[in-house]
């Protein structure tokens, strides 16, 4: 039962979880829940679908058209969510890694940011510039 528990602790521990470059979940390999990162650029999140992937930086991303798809493989760092897409609030304030929740977003100079939650989004849009300047400071040392 112990190497059940000590198995079960690797598998969850902040080393497992920071190796990732691109958020996608314990149980997941797809990128932003799987939404299509092109769509926040025209509109709004919108799901993609499995008939239009690709993958990128060792994760599956989705989009809902080939359209969308194209425009992602022509530029993916125009449309790859910033610092993995993990929680761009815990980046900048903590220097730690927390999940980015697709439904949590904004468009900064043509970037796309993802936050935690609602509440965390409040926070990080108190001082946007601030933070972006000291999430890349920190993520550019991950």
């Not at 989009?63 to 929680?87: H, I, T, V």
């Not at 100079?109 to 946007?128: F, G, I």
């Amino acid at each position: 039962m112990s190497r059940i528990l000590l198995l079960i602790s690797l598998l969850f521990s902040a080393a497992t979880f920071a190796a990732e470059e691109v958020y996608t979940g314990f149980f997941s390999n797809k990128a932003v829940s799987g939404y299509d990162t092109v769509s926040y650029f025209e509109g709004g999140p919108v799901k993609g679908k499995s008939d239009f992937k690709t993958e990128y930086q060792g994760a599956e991303w989705l989009f809902s058209s080939q359209a969308n798809l194209d425009k992602f493989l022509a530029n993916p760092e125009q449309y790859a969510p910033q610092y993995g897409g993990y929680c761009a609030w815990a980046i900048a304030e903590k220097d730690d890694l927390a999940p980015g929740d697709p439904a949590y977003w904004k468009i900064v100079d043509n970037k796309l940011y993802l936050n935690y939650d609602e509440s965390v989004q409040n926070k990080w849009e108190k001082d946007v510039p601030g933070f972006i300047v000291q999430g890349d400071l920190n993520w550019a040392k991950r």
